[in-house]
């Protein structure tokens, strides 16, 4: 071959891989940006746990070097996360900051439902991969409608009807009261728990009180479903609020089926400072997909032990007791996953790597619960266990109950 | 700094010149800064509102997010219910809050001071809650929302952003300047009689009770139309979002704009849309900064120590300064 | 009848919280004549002051004095250091200041101390002599322990001489500085003195609520409804419309219709209809005006 057709051919085709990679905003040769809205400060402030690990999570990844991709190149993660302090405007003009100014090539495990509603329409409308969120709202996997977005966890609304069920089966003539925050992620729950009973639900559902988020106590509330004669109470309360619930139950002598949101089911967050001995008095229920970082039947499997070294070297100072650190770290370990497999780097690229998940095991979640996402089910994580606390930990009971048909 | 400022060669020059270094702006900047521009007039419209009321007319609020929630809401309401269109709903929410505000101002009549902060405050607090009220979920989406599409672009070439920013800029341009022709009114001197000496006032004659419901609906309607702009550049209305922190925010950049002028109220709009993202680049040179809303704070104190009269009156006094330095 | 006791004395152990806070923001605002804002936020960080006491291995009782103690002295520095440059300041450009420590002391907190929700000790012994199924001993102490704060303020305010001068200097700085009382100082010490009171009622509510950095936020908004609802001209007042507050709402919750969903609203509806017939609140004074 003529040296000047070696020369062209040669500067052809570096031209060609360089404008490949170059294609999408936010990936290089070397570095992926990806976004992150979390609440930092406010009143949902205590998630902001969740963005710190990731924060961990990467850093660790990116100072060994960086992640090898799907496509063959190896590259360091910036996860760049911004505070929105729960605030729905706030998330837009930080998420605009993170597509239009800092150039994130998707955004990842954002966090709240009233702020990811609020891009919602944004990230679909300009294309940018919104992935894993950080809700479980039951409006996340619409691939027909919003091809960009997909959830994370298993929905609210399914969970609410786990436990409808088994409210249904276990109690003879349920006299059922309900507590929950009056917003999305309240109503979510509760919308989800009432379809369930279907007509049945004005009959028995006695008693149903909102508390608001900047509320300084729900003890008014417990007082009153008490009162009801309620023989169940559905606990739809973030940690603060549940552990309140929970000792006033106590204190009362009020005996329900307690049935926990998943939300405030962690040990150390919500069971301890509501006092172990009154949790489990209670007879607390709740349905589970993660592994609570503090039961001891975990401590000799694989994933438990890989998340606790991590979180040793990475940090130390992490409350074990809080389950946000466990749910950050399968965020991340399902990032890295799609990442690692991933060829494609332009963004539908990575959304088909999203939607081509196969039964993945995260390391912090219950045995038999698999992530399986394509592209008709954008719900990566829909199967959960009921169990129930004995004092010291959640015991798990039944059949993991499994809601892939949406 | 208790009176608008007459209409000098210096001051007009200086407002043109401002005004047209506005409309070249978005063609220097990226349509995120536009955005953000957008969303620092809308909240210059409603801290303009509160100047009215609080600066000219020595009335409190710390509840104009209940006012900027009506007007945002209306607009959202009528565009999603009614069919309208973007502008027309401007003009639906400026209506419904000058209504709103106006009806709210003749209890308030009878509050004083400390009194009235406080009716205004359990407005602001009761806003969210009446939002997400079931009974009212069908027009105002409950907990869900509404969503707002952003109003296409007037001129063809220009993005979205930059069509509402101009729209923005012309409705902020309007009320300027129809404020400044109140305050320079009969209505405007009896405004701020009222505010100096409220007995002397009545004792003139003045109708106290007309005076101050209407300013407070202006004030309101004010907020309104600010709070119309801000849900175009969102493009999501949510009741949480529109809780008691806005109207300390609002108060707030009234405040630091310089809470007695006209022109304080941009400063103010760019101060809370602008500031908060600075303190996030401070916090984040050492590790041993506090956050950013730590940051902020620290900010808000320092600020109000050096231009005790808001970034407008530091701006007047700089002037007056300069102009007796080469006087003599 | 069980529900209704239960309620109330619920509410009055809340209530007695909102007193607390209340009692603190008007001795701000008779000493200063403006509202402290950030008056929650400082008992918030008292109590986390006495937390951490508690983390070293600190019995109860003394974590709180000292932390109380600590919160005085505190007080006074924020009073000398960042209230002073704007004392003769426009009521906003205070208002301003409040907010911007309000916004430090939140962030601050949650920074040291991390936004996940800590469990406070009672001060008061579980196995107290009295128990009963309307109320437990906690919040007997809570309303006990307030009731007592109260009866200290008055008597210091009445009897004292320090007192006499602080309500001199709040009534009439100019007289008072002629006869030798300074001003300033009483300022300071005012705000010592509420930021002692504010973090007793911090470490009286955090049993019930939960310590974290928002912990404060829900309570201070019913404090300051309280403290305008029994007349910010007199102690006594503020705490009395602090428990009726607490009341209230847990009535409204009950026996309103629709009440459970717009508690807040119509607690707030009721106080402003109460202002509009007794504007100075209900056991306020009603300054009259000199033209």
């Not at chain 1, 169940?232 to 204190?251: D, G, L, R, S, W």
């Not at chain 1, 089911?265 to 592994?291: F, R």
């Not at chain 2, 009689?193 to 419901?213: E, F, H, Q, S, Y």
Request: hydrophobic share 50%.
């Amino acid at each position: 071959m003529r040296l000047t057709t070696l020369m062209a051919t040669t500067a052809a085709a570096v031209l060609f891989a360089a404008s490949a990679s170059a294609q999408t905003v936010g990936v290089t040769d070397d570095t992926i940006k990806i976004g992150n809205t979390s609440p930092y400060s406010g009143p949902a402030s205590s998630y902001g746990v969740i963005g710190k690990t990731h924060q961990a999570y990467w850093k660790a990844i990116n100072e060994a070097g960086g992640l090898k991709m799907g496509d063959g190149k190896t590259r360091k993660v910036e996860i760049i996360s911004l505070d929105d302090g729960y605030s729905p405007p706030k998330t837009v003009e930080q998420v605009r900051k993170l597509v239009e100014q800092e150039g994130v090539a998707m955004t990842f495990n954002t966090l709240g439902t009233p702020t990811n509603s609020a891009i919602h329409r944004y990230m679909n409308a300009k294309k940018v991969p919104h992935l894993f969120l950080a809700t479980g709202a039951s409006k996340w996997g619409h691939p027909d409608k919003f091809p960009w977005t997909m959830g994370f966890q298993p929905t609210y609304d399914v969970e609410g009807a786990i436990y409808a069920a088994y409210a249904l089966k276990n109690v003879e003539n349920p006299k059922i009261a309900i507590l929950f925050q009056n917003d999305d992620y309240g109503k979510d729950y509760r919308d989800g728990f009432l379809k369930a009973l279907g007509d049945k639900a004005d009959k028995l559902v006695v008693k149903m009180l909102p508390y608001e988020v900047t509320d300084p106590t729900v003890d008014a509330q417990v007082l009153e479903m008490a009162a009801s004669g309620a023989n169940v109470f559905f606990n739809v309360t973030i940690p603060k609020f549940a552990a309140q619930a929970i000792k006033k139950a106590c204190e009362i002598d009020w005996k329900p089926l307690h049935l926990l949101n998943n939300v405030s089911s962690s040990v150390g967050a919500t069971l301890k400072p509501a006092g172990l001995e009154c949790s489990k008095s209670q007879g607390l229920i709740t349905a589970q997909w993660l592994k609570d970082p503090t039961d001891p039947q975990w401590a000799d499997t694989d994933g438990f032990k890989e998340w606790s070294a991590w979180m040793d070297k990475n940090m130390p100072d992490g409350d074990r007791g809080d389950v946000n650190y466990a749910f950050g770290y399968n965020a991340s370990t399902l990032l890295k996953h799609v990442l690692e497999n991933c060829a494609d780097f332009s963004r539908p690229g990575i959304m088909a790597c999203a939607a081509n998940i196969k039964d993945f095991e995260l390391p912090m979640t219950l045995p038999g619960i698999k992530v399986n996402t394509s592209p008709t089910d954008f719900y990566p994580v829909q199967a959960e266990q009921l169990s129930k606390f004995n004092g010291e930990k959640w015991v798990l009971f039944g059949e993991i109950i499994d809601a892939s048909s949406h | 700094m208790t009176r608008p400022n007459r209409i000098t060669p210096a001051l007009l020059i200086g407002f043109l010149a401002a005004v047209g270094f506005a409309v070249i702006l978005p063609h220097l900047v990226s349509n995120f800064t536009t955005y953000q521009l957008t969303l620092a007039m809308s909240w210059g419209v409603a801290m303009l509102g509160l100047n009215v009321l609080t600066g000219y007319n020595g009335q409190f609020s710390i509840g104009h997010s209940a006012f900027f929630a009506a007007g945002a809401y209306g607009a959202a309401i009528m565009i999603e219910h009614a069919g309208w269109g973007p502008y027309e709903a401007i003009a639906a929410a400026a209506g419904f809050s000058f209504i709103f505000g106006f009806l709210f101002g003749l209890p308030a009549l009878r509050l004083e001071g400390l009194y009235l902060a406080l009716a205004t405050f359990g407005l602001a607090v009761a806003t969210p809650q009446l939002l997400k009220f079931d009974a009212f979920e069908d027009w105002t989406g409950g907990v869900q929302g509404i969503f707002v599409p952003k109003p296409a672009p007037l001129l063809e070439g220009l993005s979205a952003d930059q069509s509402l920013y101009y729209v923005a800029l012309a409705i902020m341009v309007f009320l300027m300047v129809i404020t400044w022709c109140i305050l320079h009114s009969r209505s405007g001197r009896a405004m701020m009689a009222i505010r100096d000496n409220p007995i002397a006032a009545r004792t003139m004659g003045i109708n106290l009770p007309l005076v101050k419901t209407t300013t407070f609906g202006i004030s309101a309607m004010f907020a309104g139309i600010g709070g119309a702009l801000f849900t175009y550049s969102s493009e999501f209305v949510s009741p949480d979002a529109f809780n008691f922190f806005i109207a300390v925010y609002i108060l707030v950049g009234s405040v630091i704009g310089g809470i007695v002028s006209i022109p304080g109220a941009i400063f103010g709009g760019l101060f809370v849309v602008f500031m908060p993202h600075v303190a996030e680049d401070v916090s984040n040179i050492y590790t041993f900064i506090p956050p950013p809303w730590a940051v902020f704070g620290v900010f808000l104190i320092l600020v109000i120590y050096f231009v005790p009269f808001g970034i407008w009156g530091g701006i007047e006094r700089l002037a007056a300064w300069t102009k007796r330095k080469m006087a003599g | 009848m069980d529900l209704f006791f239960q309620l109330t004395l619920a509410g009055l152990a809340i209530g007695s919280v909102y007193a607390c806070v209340a009692l603190a923001v008007v001795m701000i605002y008779q000493a200063t004549d403006h509202f402290n804002f950030a008056q929650g936020e400082m008992a918030m960080f008292s109590t986390f002051i006495a937390f951490t006491f508690l983390t070293f291995g600190a019995p109860v009782w003394l974590a709180a004095v000292g932390a109380i103690a600590l919160s005085f002295i505190a007080g006074l520095i924020i009073e000398r250091v960042v209230i002073k440059p704007v004392e003769n300041a426009p009521v906003l450009n205070q208002i301003i200041v409040f907010i911007g420590l309000l916004m430090i002391l939140n962030n601050v907190a949650g920074w040291i101390w991390e936004f996940t929700i800590k469990p406070f000790p009672s001060l008061f012994p579980a196995d107290w002599g009295f128990h009963s199924d309307l109320i437990g001993p906690h919040h007997i102490g809570v309303i006990g322990l307030t009731l007592i704060v109260l009866l200290a303020i008055y008597l210091f305010f009445r009897f004292t001489r320090v007192g006499l001068a602080m309500r001199a200097a709040a009534a009439n700085p100019d007289s008072a500085r002629l006869v030798g009382v300074s001003v300033s100082w009483m300022l300071a010490l005012g705000w010592g003195l509420a930021a002692g009171v504010g973090a007793i009622g911090g470490i009286l509510v955090a049993p019930i609520v939960y310590l974290d950095p928002n912990m404060m936020s829900g309570v201070l908004l019913y404090a300051f409804a309280g403290a305008l609802l029994g007349g910010v001209s007199s102690p006594f007042g503020a705490a009395m419309g602090g428990l009726i507050i607490g009341v209230l709402e847990n009535w409204v919750g009950q026996y309103v219709p629709g009440g459970s969903e717009l508690k807040l609203t119509f607690a707030l509806a009721i106080i402003v209809i109460v202002l509009l017939f007794k504007p100075a609140g209900i056991f306020g004074r009603v300054v009259v005006k000199r033209v």
